[in-house]
């Protein structure tokens, strides 16, 4: 294998300061493609120019590849020789068009990158450094090229060829082979090359854009599939209109064409004018997609798409600046979703996200900057901080901006970079410049890791408050000591008596270690609500108590203030329970029951507000974490919330009963807020539980109240969870998303059994760590689920290990990116973090160890 790496061989480092402008530009690039899964050949031609004035040869990347011919200036070449997989080719003038002819076999790339065979098509995927393993080329996004590219293949097994930008020409060959050729006007790295061969079909419609032009779009499945693209579709042409609306960007091509595959090692990928998707962002119908599937479609369309602008138009200059498009490109897409819907919901959504992956990154052995100083493989750096912290970071600079100036600074942004290679800070200096502000200090969000830790103390003298605030950064790996950074923290008094706000919101910036503020004349006990809507992405501590928390739950005017006072009641409720033994559960019980009675309440805000955090998000809060005690803490608060509100859960179950599928944010919300009330009713203890909920599963005319059901069901021991479990994999069997939902849910069974069970089905048959959406259903959601995970006996550990060092021989991509829970050892009992870290050394020193992995499993060691 090519990116094989033993322990012993020190691996390369990459280090942003070693920043080089390329040495060779390549304006224009041709590839033409003979297509056979077992052997493809590939012609390249490069225009090549020298970028200033050195003696340096051509370096073209390469990755498992060998040179079968290479020219000059049309001549054969023999100055050339191999630098490991690269080639170097000697050039004595300023400008030459190079030739080369390598020979893959797509149908042998088990890692999903480069040129692959899914479903008996043929695709590719790129990003980051993927065009490497397709033909020798400089392979870095700050290389920008025309393309112009010709396929050719078998007509009857792949009928349908699309590459990038515009269709030009295509025609018939002998012996049943065909060949289409497209051009892409656009400058683009070849991380953004795209192409797909395949027996397809397209649901296809178009759009006009804000001058008239009229765009051709195209979602391309198997024929069995296009039933479900119809959601996709929709939600292609709701994003061109808002990014026309909200970003003054239009669309840029004729045609713009997605296409689904089975076999993906993530979400999607934004190449030009031919999106690639992981199926499971595309299909969609009620019978097989949840309600979570159909906004995670609708927000994954809308990413990619937005990445046009924010990623193609402008690009990054190396891929430290990954964070310029992902982070902008985050937020973009979680701004469109939240004008679809609630977007108090939709907060609460992303800032449960960021809590569950983001947050425990920033405080463990992988914590990096936004903008990182270092990799060794890239691949690693596809990270909730370089994607959701980095989105946190623009919707500060949106928020501290205003909404005005950060368009206007968004507009210079694109206007200035169109067509170019960008970076971090050329983005921040075009904040400063249409905000007219000085942003120095704030750039410590891109070069420093760790979460914020800031306490607000608010103490009263008579008429007046003092509010006292602190913030402090902690120290992660290489970054010993922090600086102070800048926190806009919104908040708003209340009267505690009264309920009444008693100041408008005010946005103010932290920006020393410590800060005051004094509130005058005051009529009543001011109750603090601070961090409104997430304004900064930090952890927050208070003096409130109980009481105020409870208050605030009922009475604060901002939604998202509202659900945080209600997760901060339960969170210290829980954490007091694990650490004492018990805890005084009647707040919690008042509280939910006001907000669960609250007729003026959405039923989505009401489902989110009553959930109890999750047994990790109770983990990450303790210097020590003890699954067990915080899996039966978490258990009891549910069971008195079950049974002391039992006549209101079952109210909202029946309230909730809508009879006919209707995909709208009420119908999702009255969905939502059943299966929630259904799970309190079963942890009640309720003799009809496990009847409702299986009643729920059989009846269901759609996914989201058949999982709700089932997954009600398999945290249980009914005789019905195994019926349920049977039926569901009977109905479904033959569709591998919802297969995998099958697996997910017993993964993340909440049962005492829950490691063992997972093991026999590492074993069923339908199991396969190929896929990697069914080795994550399976392997990544296990390790997620702590109480399972973290069993006493390790056992845990070891089938993971076992299962990451099959994994990485196949897929280093998708293996390296489930090590992380392993590598939160620190945080539990010796007995615990000697076993993590003995499965750790494992994985480093087991033979053929890719680079991925040694760099995540190494890190997670120290
Ligand atoms: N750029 C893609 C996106 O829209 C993801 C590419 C991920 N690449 C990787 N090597 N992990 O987010
Ligand atoms: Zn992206």
Redesign the pocket.
């Known amino acids: 294998m090519a990116d094989a790496q033993t322990a012993t061989q020190a691996p390369n480092v990459t280090r942003r300061e070693d920043y080089r402008e390329p040495d060779w530009r390549v304006p224009e690039i041709a590839l033409d493609f003979d297509l056979d899964p077992a052997a493809t050949r590939v012609r390249t031609t490069l225009w090549v120019e020298r970028n200033g004035t050195h003696d340096r040869p051509l370096r073209l990347d390469g990755d498992g590849l060998t040179a079968l011919n290479v020219k000059v200036d049309g001549a054969e070449a023999t100055g050339w020789h191999m630098d490991g997989p690269n080639l170097v080719v000697p050039l004595a003038g300023s400008a030459h068009t190079i030739e080369t002819e390598v020979e893959i076999a797509p149908e042998r790339n088990t890692q999903l990158?480069g040129l692959y065979a899914s479903s008996g098509m043929l695709c590719t995927?790129c990003?980051?450094e993927?065009f490497r393993r397709i033909t020798f080329f400089p392979d870095r996004p700050d290389v920008l090229s025309r393309y112009k590219v010709k396929l050719t293949a078998d007509k009857t097994r792949f009928p349908v060829l699309l590459a990038n930008g515009d269709p030009i020409a295509q025609g018939d060959l002998e012996g049943g082979r065909h060949w289409a050729e497209w051009h892409d006007p656009f400058l683009k790295p070849s991380y953004l090359f795209a192409l797909v061969a395949g027996d397809l079909v397209a649901n296809r419609g178009s759009f006009t854009t804000m001058s008239g032009r009229d765009v051709q779009l195209g979602i391309w499945v198997r024929a069995p599939d296009l039933a479900k693209t119809d959601h996709a579709l929709a939600a292609l042409k709701l994003s061109m209109a808002w990014d026309e609306k909200v970003y003054g960007r239009e669309y840029d091509l004729d045609v713009f064409n997605i296409v689904a595959v089975d076999d993906f090692?993530?979400?999607?990928?934004?190449n030009k004018g031919l999106n690639v998707f992981n199926s499971r962002y595309i299909l969609a119908d009620p019978d097989t997609a949840t309600d979570y599937d159909y906004d995670a479609i609708a927000a994954?369309v809308a990413?990619?798409y937005f990445?046009n602008w924010s990623?193609n138009r402008v690009t990054c200059r190396d891929w430290f600046q990954l964070s310029l498009?992902?982070g902008f490109?985050v937020f973009r897409d979680q701004s469109f979703s939240a004008d679809q819907g609630s977007a108090a919901v939709k907060r609460i959504e992303d800032v449960r996200g960021l809590r569950a992956s983001q947050f425990p990154e920033d405080s463990g052995p992988l914590a990096h900057p936004v903008r990182p100083d270092e990799y060794i493989e890239?691949?690693n750096f596809?990270t909730a901080t370089i994607?959701n912290k980095g989105a946190e970071v623009i919707r500060m600079m949106a928020t501290i901006l205003g909404p005005d100036k950060f368009r206007a600074a968004t507009d210079l942004y694109f206007d200035r970079f169109d067509g170019t290679a960008a970076t971090c800070e050329d983005f921040v200096q075009c904040m400063e410049q249409a905000g007219g502000m000085d942003l120095t200090q704030f750039r410590r969000w891109y070069s420093q890791a760790g979460t914020p830790r800031v306490s607000a103390t608010l103490a009263q003298e008579g008429g007046r408050a003092r509010l006292s605030l602190r913030q402090l950064v902690p120290p992660t790996p290489g970054q010993p000591v922090k600086e102070p950074m800048v926190l806009p923290l919104k908040l708003k008094l209340f009267g505690g008596f009264t309920g009444r706000p008693m100041c408008d919101e005010q946005l103010i910036l932290l920006k020393e270690d410590a800060q005051e503020l004094v509130f005058e004349n005051l009529s009543e006990t001011p109750v603090l609500s601070i961090n409104r809507g997430f304004s900064a992405p930090i952890v927050i501590e208070t003096n409130r108590t109980a009481k105020d928390l409870a208050f605030l739950s009922a009475h604060d005017d901002d939604p998202f203030a509202r659900y945080e006072a209600m997760q901060q009641l339960m969170l210290d409720t829980l954490v007091t329970s694990v650490t004492n033994g018990s805890a005084d559960h009647q707040p919690v019980i008042d509280a939910v029951r006001n907000t669960l009675t609250d007729s003026a309440l959405d039923r989505a805000f009401v489902a989110e507000a009553v959930l109890l955090p999750s047994d990790s998000f109770i983990g990450d809060q303790m210097a020590l974490v003890e699954p067990e005690a915080i899996f039966r803490a978490r258990e009891a608060l549910r069971q008195d919330l079950g049974t002391a509100l039992e006549g209101e859960w079952r109210a909202a179950y029946e309230g909730s009963l809508a009879n006919r599928f209707e995909y709208s944010p009420s119908a999702k919300g009255a969905r939502r807020l059943k299966t929630v009330s259904l799970g309190y009713i079963a942890a009640s203890g309720a003799a009809d539980a496990d009847e409702l909920a299986f009643e729920q599963f059989s009846r269901a005319d759609n996914m989201t109240d058949r999982q709700g059901g089932l997954t009600t069901l398999v945290n249980g021991a009914s005789p019905l969870r195994e019926e349920a479990l049977e039926e569901f994999y009977k109905r479904y069997q033959g569709n591998g998303l919802v297969l995998d939902k099958w697996f997910q849910a017993q993964a993340l069974s909440a049962r005492e059994d829950t490691a063992e069970m997972v093991e026999r089905l590492s074993a069923h048959r339908d199991f396969t760590l190929s896929n990697p959406n069914r080795a994550r259903s399976l392997i990544g959601a296990f390790s997620v689920n702590q109480r399972a995970f973290h069993h006493v006996s390790g056992r845990g550990y070891r089938f993971v290990a076992d299962q990451l060092i099959a994994l990485d021989k196949l897929n280093p991509?998708t293996a390296a990116k489930l090590i992380p829970p392993l590598g939160r050892w620190k945080r539990f009992d010796a007995g615990r973090a000697a076993k993590m870290r003995s499965e750790l050394e494992r994985i480093v020193a087991s033979p053929g160890l890719s680079k991925d992995m040694f760099e995540q499993a190494s890190k997670s060691l120290d």
């Open positions: 990158q995927q990003e980051a993927g090692n993530f979400g999607a990928m934004e994954v990413h990619e990445h990623g498009k992902e490109t890239i691949s596809y994607y991509q």
